[in-house]
């Protein structure tokens, strides 16, 4: 105060700046708190999901831990160019937020900085300046890669470069701040050798007509400064309205990731009687933990990218999945809490406003307009329509817009192969394949609701336990032929169990072993080698049933669980504790989710590859005989990505004298799937290419001599595929062989 009481300009000046500043951080950090709340309150709406009694994974894995994840980018850095640029951003980020401290301080206390010593002040300024001009140069990178590149995964529009102005502003806001400075301040500036990029630019400025210690000086770092403050502000305020609420959320749902089986599938309690409806019909009927990972997507395309209905002129895209359902949630929660999701616009919209929600039309992708070849894959058609499709409609209110039909069609849901390589690429942990299930859950028990060959398959295992409809008498055939091509008599486990002898394992034929020709022939090399081992083994004949992955993916839990019941019972019988199958399909269904409802856990289930790379490894087994080929592996998503056994197949195949493994450029843990999964290989493909086409086609990049496989599935895919993509006529004659074939003719030298 002056000496007569009153205030001085300068005082008024600085108790103004306070005021000022208090109330906008006070503003705006009561906004984001808000904003957070009221998307939480939206995700509470969801099956309650204990997260605080639910024990966090722990993974053994170092490369794929929290740690990994979060701090190394693990999954991010898969694609090497946009993982670095994050990982500026990330870092960068994280290091600018004790400079933000230090430069508001300057502008609240008169240009005096925090006190840091002297000697440590300079390395510090050097270090945020050479942050600040990273950051800049990852945004343009960013902005080169969405509007220059043009990568189709990724979104454009002024929405998804937002973030980009926001950014670039906080970044130039801090140069400028700290250029203008360095003209207005009377002393507390670091030295010239500490400032490589404000020292340039006040020299620039000088160049402009801005003089040391003058009024411009002072009045662009006030300027400056508070630009600075305001834009920080308003991107706290922003972030957990857009796709970068991730930030808050990604850890969260990478923590709480599943700690089991990937891919697993939660059992449906189908006793409850108190339940109204099975599967997911409703936006609320997911957990709160499947809507948590709604807020955690940052839409990088990553998962449509290698998807294979996405990839082959499907309306599925699992991103838009994520998306959509995501916008649901957020406008029925606001319905239905009376919350606006949007500040500060929530304040002083209406709650009469018309009603608008967001809904599909009927819009398909383009693919015949591509003018693609038979086998090509993009998914520009596929990101073309769903932004066509999504649209907010006036005259629909939210809380009436159907979850499957207006958010989700039948037509994406049934696209699905359920390979997981969507949920294998996401940074965030989001898990797709088990919402699609749970809507297709849903669509089978609740409606009704399934392509009729589909429902055609289900009907046909319903009653003859195969997909075919064939006699159920039928399916030990097998046994007899087996014994006369071969010559090995694989008794049952009745006939053992009458002489009083419980083998070691038990061989499980499966529905395409049992059945379908072309998979009998693997069986019986497996037959052969097993025998060849002296492994003791049996089969239980006609007392096997279908293992229930087929009708599980397809949505009808119910049959599903009567076919697992009815098979622990007979596993149980003979008290099995070990079985080999040539089917990832049916190995990934006993080793993950029969110990759900009783298998024990004492049972080992073991895939062919598996054990034949052990009898190979042991000398056992003797591959002698030289196979001039040249082989591509095709990666089975159920044996890789769910089960992550990606070498014993390859072991088998290396261990074969004359063999060349030539890699596709998509393979292992990035192997596009052969289409059949998810129940596919009883439903036809309806639009676009088929997926099975598209992987033969980049199986023969490679130039190979035979593509292998180790299901039954991809076998007959891969078969199919080769018939339509190869011309025998032309003397090259790719095959595709089961990895238990290729090692029969090496042991055996047929």
């Known amino acids: 105060m002056t000496l007569n009481g009153a205030w001085s300009w300068e005082q008024i000046a600085t108790a103004s700046r306070w005021i000022f500043f208090a109330a906008l951080v006070v503003l705006a950090v009561a906004m984001f708190v808000v904003v957070v709340l009221r998307r939480v309150g939206y995700m509470r709406l969801g099956v309650p999901y204990h997260f605080i009694r639910y024990r966090p994974r722990r993974d053994n894995d170092n490369n794929n831990s929290f740690f990994a994840h979060v701090f190394g980018h693990r999954r991010l850095l898969g694609d090497l160019r946009s993982g670095l640029m994050h990982l500026v951003y990330f870092y960068g980020f994280i290091l600018l937020q004790f400079g933000a401290v230090d430069l508001i301080a300057k502008g609240l206390r008169g240009g005096e900085p925090l006190p840091i010593p002297g000697q440590v002040y300079g390395p510090f300024s050097w270090m945020q300046e050479l942050t600040v001009s990273l950051v800049l140069l990852a945004v343009l990178y960013g902005a080169f890669r969405r509007y220059g590149e043009r990568l189709p995964r990724l979104k454009r529009g002024w929405k998804p470069s937002l973030v980009m102005w926001f950014i670039g502003s906080l970044m130039l806001s ?113 957990t709160q933990k499947q809507l948590l990972d709604l807020y955690a997507c940052v839409e990088c395309g990553r998962c449509t990218n290698v998807c294979p209905a996405a990839s082959t002129g499907k309306l599925l895209s699992p991103m838009h999945l994520i998306v959509k359902l995501r916008d649901h949630l957020t406008e029925k929660g606001a319905a239905i809490t009376s919350k606006s999701p949007w500040l500060p616009a929530g304040l002083w919209q209406s709650r009469e406003t018309a009603a608008a929600a967001h809904t599909m039309g009927a819009v398909l992708p383009s693919w015949d307009d591509a003018a693609l070849s038979v086998g090509a894959t993009t ?12 649209v907010k409609r006036d005259g629909v209110k939210p809380e009436d817009a159907a979850l499957i039909g207006d958010v989700m069609t039948e037509e994406e849901l049934w696209a699905c192969t359920t390979c997981r390589n969507c949920e294998e690429q996401c940074p965030v942990g989001n898990e797709h394949v088990d919402k699609i299930i749970d809507m297709r859950r849903y669509l089978v028990l609740m409606e009704g609701s399934l392509p009729s060959d589909g429902q055609r398959a289900l009907q046909n295992i319903e009653r003859q336990s195969n997909p075919w409809g064939l006699p159920r008498a039928e399916r030990a055939a097998w046994i007899d032929e087996c014994e006369r091509k071969t ?6 486990m009745q006939e053992l169990k009458r002489q009083g002898h419980m083998p070691e394992m038990l061989l499980w034929a499966g529905s395409m072993g049992a059945y379908d020709s072309r998979s009998r022939r693997v069986l019986f090399d497996l037959v052969r080698l097993l025998h060849a081992a002296k492994v003791d083994f049996a089969t239980l004949g006609a007392e096997e049933r279908n293992s229930g992955d087929t009708p599980r993916r397809i949505g009808n839990e119910l049959l599903f669980q009567e076919l697992c019941q009815g098979n622990i019972e007979t596993l149980a019988k003979y008290g099995i504790n070990r ?85 596709m450029e998509r393979s292992r843990a990035n192997g596009m799937c052969c289409g059949a999964g998810g129940g596919m290989m009883w439903m036809e493909e309806r639009s676009g290419t088929r997926v099975n086409y598209a992987r033969t086609a980049q199986a023969l990049a490679v130039k190979p001599t035979v593509i292998s496989s180790a299901c039954p599935y991809c076998l007959t895919m891969m078969e199919d595929g080769l018939k339509s993509l190869t011309d025998d006529d032309d003397g090259e004659i790719v095959r595709a062989r089961d990895v238990a074939e290729l090692l029969a003719e090496s042991v055996f030298g047929e």
Not at 585 to 596: I, L, Q, R, S, V
């Open 174 to 286: 801090i140069l400028l701040s700290l250029s203008f400075e360095r003209l207005a301040s009377e002393g507390h500036v670091v030295s010239d050798v500490y400032a490589p990029v404000s020292e340039p630019l006040s020299i620039a400025l000088q160049w402009m007509g801005i003089q040391p210690h003058s009024a411009m000086a002072d009045v662009g770092f006030e300027l400056f400064w508070w630009t600075h403050l305001l834009v920080l502000l308003g991107f706290l305020v922003y972030v957990p309205q857009s796709k970068h609420f991730h930030l808050l959320t990604a850890p969260v749902n990478l923590l709480y990731r599943r700690g089991d089986a990937h891919g697993r599938l939660t059992p449906l309690n189908l006793e409850d009687e108190e339940a109204e409806s099975f599967g997911s019909g409703k936006i609320e009927h997911f």
């Open 379 to 390: 998914i520009e058609p596929t990101m073309a329509a769903q932004e066509q499709a999504w």
């Open 487 to 492: 010559g090995i008599r694989v008794p049952t």
């Open 579 to 663: 079985i080999v199958t040539a089917c990832p399909h049916t190995y990934n269904t006993f080793k993950n989710e029969y110990p759900d409802f009783g298998l024990s856990p004492n049972v080992k289930v073991e895939h062919h590859t598996e054990l034949l790379a052990q009898l190979v490894e042991e000398g056992t087994i003797k591959p002698v005989y030289e196979l001039d080929e040249t082989i591509t592996y095709h990666d089975s998503c159920y044996l890789g990505r769910y089960n992550n056994t990606y070498e014993a197949p390859r072991n088998v195949l290396r261990a074969i004298p004359g063999v060349a493994l030539k890699e």
